[in-house]
């Protein structure tokens, strides 16, 4: 019930931040649409993210953890210094690799987009205004490591909606801003530029700002310091050597898809569904990984085997009492969903029908995806960094081999949805190698009760999404097609789908249905009188 209600606080932040996240992907979508200048900036904002994770976002996410639960537990000064002089050394080599970065834009924006030369200017600059991202991306990551340490979790989870919040204000003045309606490449004039890329990045950066608080809240002060020689520092480093090549092999694998979907305009359309499909996974699974994993630490650190598999098989099924009722209502109500979130502005109805599409495919990629994600937390927990990076080998090899294979089948037109299929059979994949790994290293995984448990999951979430399905239907036909009528059907849908899935587990006696109402109600301020 810890693991609950901590897993809660942060549902709560990510469910605010993800709604925000919602408004801000539709804020862009109608301010640029998903052409060129979509694909332009698109590709461009989503790099400062690539080289974030190969430089430090791996590490951070896996590594720093657990060393940080060590430093806390066997230094003097309770890790503090440790965390002082990884802070330092944070900001000192992001930005040493920022100017590097900026100078090299031209031929890091040729790597990824396949694209005429006017594009590739029009990304280039944007590259130029959003590297910056990367110091505030690693800062605020390393004070959220710092935070989840001490059991503070809420912080991070808010401080998004701060970035969406200025994001779609930012587009909302784009619009406003006199220039082509659509932009278009040739057209887009500085001043729109400007606007949208410095936007953009002020979001990242008062984000990270806003975590400083709560830094101050849980006794953290800060001393610039940089203690090489602090044992924790070799210890992550040494783990971090297989968890950077876990992240080199992912860009990999990232990179043929940026190029596959550029080559056809289709990254946009991707990018869109991807981000739908990530918002389950991130208000759930991620929240239960997150309050895991310091958990998870402490029992492998204490050599309890028995412990780690309980808190394994604890996170698994409570991320999947909502994950697999998620991707089934996802892959029936795809369509609908995108309609009445993209189909406004520079965005056409068929443009959204193809983001409902590539969204339907990427459902049957939630469960293997979400579930593969806490079980690589296992190793990480264990400080092994080397069998992630191995399987990820085989993720990513089955990931380029199915897209290439699916798009010189399928059309050009459905090549963002061959991609996303691709995924769904890569993280397949994973899953069961993972789950061979892990059943040999724990002495099982309690594989017979999470089956089952998914099994009548699977059986409550198909009825709930038949039924919505069907109420989707007949509203848009009686409604329309439209983003008005699409919008009605789906709430009117999920009003109906989601009360027969709770009355279809609820009658199952699951008590992981259970665990997660008492932390509901004790979220919402509910006591039991019994």
Same mark, same amino acid.
């Given at each position: 019930?810890?693991?609950?209600?901590?897993?809660?606080?942060?549902?709560?932040?990510?469910?605010?931040?993800?709604?925000?996240?919602?408004?801000?992907?539709?804020?862009?979508?109608?301010a640029?649409?998903?052409?060129?200048?979509?694909?332009?900036?698109?590709?461009?904002? +989503?790099?400062?993210?690539?080289?974030?994770?190969?430089?430090?976002?791996?590490?951070?996410?896996?590594?720093?953890?657990?060393v940080?639960?060590?430093?806390?537990?066997?230094?003097?000064?309770?890790?503090?210094?440790f965390?002082?002089?990884l802070?330092?050394?944070v900001?000192?080599?992001?930005?040493?690799?920022?100017?590097v970065?900026?100078?090299a834009?031209?031929?890091?924006?040729?790597?990824?987009?396949?694209?005429?030369?006017?594009e590739?200017?029009?990304?280039?600059?944007?590259?130029?205004?959003?590297?910056?991202?990367?110091?505030?991306?690693?800062?605020?990551?390393?004070?959220?490591?710092?935070?989840?340490?001490?059991?503070?979790?809420?912080?991070p989870?808010?401080?998004?909606?701060?970035?969406? *919040?200025i994001?779609?204000?930012?587009?909302?003045?784009?619009?406003?801003?006199?220039?082509?309606?659509p932009?278009?490449v040739?057209?887009?004039?500085?001043?729109?530029? @400007?606007?949208?890329?410095a936007?953009?990045?002020?979001?990242?950066?008062?984000?990270?700002?806003?975590l400083?608080?709560?830094?101050?809240?849980?006794?953290?002060?800060?001393?610039?310091?940089l203690?090489?020689?602090?044992p924790?520092?070799?210890?992550?480093?040494?783990?971090?050597?297989?968890?950077?090549?876990?992240?080199?092999?992912?860009?990999?694998?990232?990179?043929?898809?940026?190029?596959?979907?550029?080559?056809?305009?289709?990254y +946009?359309?991707?990018?869109?569904?991807?981000?739908?499909f990530?918002?389950?996974y991130a208000?759930?699974a991620?929240?239960?990984?997150?309050a895991?994993?310091?958990?998870?630490?402490?029992?492998?650190?204490?050599?309890?085997?028995?412990?780690v598999?309980?808190?394994?098989? @604890?996170?698994?099924?409570?991320?999947?009492?909502?994950?697999?009722p998620?991707?089934?209502?996802?892959?029936?109500l795809?369509?609908?969903?995108?309609?009445?979130?993209?189909?406004?502005?520079?965005v056409?109805?068929?443009?959204?029908?193809?983001?409902?599409d590539?969204?339907?495919?990427?459902?049957?990629?939630?469960?293997?995806?979400?579930?593969?994600?806490?079980?690589?937390?296992?190793?990480?927990?264990?400080?092994?960094?080397?069998t992630?990076?191995?399987?990820?080998?085989?993720?990513?090899?089955?990931n380029?081999?199915?897209?290439?294979?699916l798009?010189a *089948?399928?059309?050009?037109r459905l090549?963002?949805?061959?991609?996303?299929?691709?995924?769904?059979?890569?993280?397949?994949v994973?899953?069961?190698?993972?789950?061979?790994? *892990?059943?040999?290293?724990?002495?099982g995984?309690?594989a017979?009760?999470?089956?089952?448990?998914?099994?009548?999951?699977?059986?409550?979430?198909?009825?709930?999404?038949?039924v919505?399905?069907?109420?989707?239907?007949?509203?848009?036909?009686a409604?329309?097609?439209?983003w008005?009528?699409?919008?009605?059907?789906?709430?009117?849908?999920?009003?109906?789908?989601?009360?027969?899935?709770?009355?279809?587990?609820?009658?199952?006696?699951?008590?992981?249905?259970?665990?997660?109402?008492? @932390?509901?109600?004790?979220?919402?301020?509910?006591?039991?009188?019994h």
């Amino acid at each position: 019930m810890t693991l609950g209600r901590a897993s809660g606080t942060m549902a709560i932040g990510t469910v605010a931040s993800r709604a925000s996240g919602f408004l801000r992907t539709v804020a862009i979508a109608a301010a640029i649409g998903t052409g060129a200048v979509g694909d332009a900036y698109n590709v461009a904002n +989503t790099t400062p993210n690539i080289l974030y994770d190969l430089l430090l976002g791996g590490v951070l996410s896996s590594v720093i953890v657990p060393v940080l639960v060590r430093a806390a537990r066997e230094d003097e000064d309770g890790g503090e210094a440790f965390a002082s002089s990884l802070l330092t050394l944070v900001v000192l080599g992001l930005g040493v690799i920022v100017v590097v970065a900026t100078m090299a834009a031209p031929a890091i924006v040729g790597v990824y987009l396949v694209a005429g030369g006017a594009e590739q200017d029009l990304a280039v600059t944007f590259l130029r205004w959003f590297l910056p991202q990367v110091i505030f991306y690693g800062l605020g990551a390393t004070i959220g490591a710092i935070l989840n340490v001490r059991q503070s979790f809420a912080a991070p989870m808010f401080t998004p909606v701060l970035n969406n *919040l200025i994001v779609i204000a930012t587009c909302v003045a784009f619009i406003f801003v006199p220039g082509p309606r659509p932009p278009t490449v040739g057209g887009i004039s500085d001043t729109q530029i @400007t606007v949208l890329a410095a936007g953009t990045t002020l979001g990242v950066v008062v984000m990270t700002f806003a975590l400083l608080p709560s830094l101050r809240a849980v006794g953290f002060r800060y001393r610039p310091r940089l203690d090489l020689t602090h044992p924790g520092l070799r210890q992550a480093m040494r783990l971090a050597g297989w968890t950077l090549l876990y992240v080199a092999i992912s860009q990999v694998g990232y990179l043929v898809i940026v190029r596959l979907a550029s080559s056809t305009t289709a990254y +946009t359309v991707y990018t869109y569904g991807y981000q739908i499909f990530q918002l389950p996974y991130a208000i759930v699974a991620v929240s239960v990984i997150t309050a895991l994993l310091p958990r998870m630490s402490v029992h492998a650190a204490d050599n309890r085997r028995d412990l780690v598999r309980q808190d394994l098989s @604890t996170g698994t099924r409570l991320a999947a009492v909502v994950i697999v009722p998620a991707a089934l209502a996802l892959l029936a109500l795809g369509r609908p969903i995108a309609v009445a979130l993209f189909n406004h502005g520079a965005v056409s109805h068929a443009e959204a029908l193809r983001i409902g599409d590539t969204l339907a495919a990427f459902a049957v990629a939630l469960v293997p995806f979400s579930l593969f994600q806490v079980q690589l937390r296992v190793f990480y927990a264990q400080q092994d960094s080397r069998t992630p990076a191995l399987v990820n080998m085989g993720i990513v090899a089955t990931n380029i081999a199915g897209a290439a294979a699916l798009s010189a *089948l399928l059309p050009d037109r459905l090549r963002s949805v061959a991609l996303a299929l691709a995924f769904a059979v890569s993280y397949l994949v994973g899953v069961a190698v993972s789950s061979v790994l *892990l059943r040999g290293r724990l002495g099982g995984i309690d594989a017979g009760r999470i089956a089952r448990m998914l099994t009548q999951v699977t059986i409550a979430g198909g009825l709930g999404a038949v039924v919505a399905a069907g109420v989707c239907a007949l509203v848009r036909e009686a409604l329309g097609q439209g983003w008005l009528g699409s919008g009605v059907s789906v709430v009117l849908a999920c009003a109906v789908g989601l009360p027969v899935y709770l009355v279809a587990i609820v009658r199952m006696r699951l008590p992981e249905m259970a665990a997660l109402a008492t @932390t509901v109600r004790g979220r919402f301020g509910s006591r039991s009188t019994h």
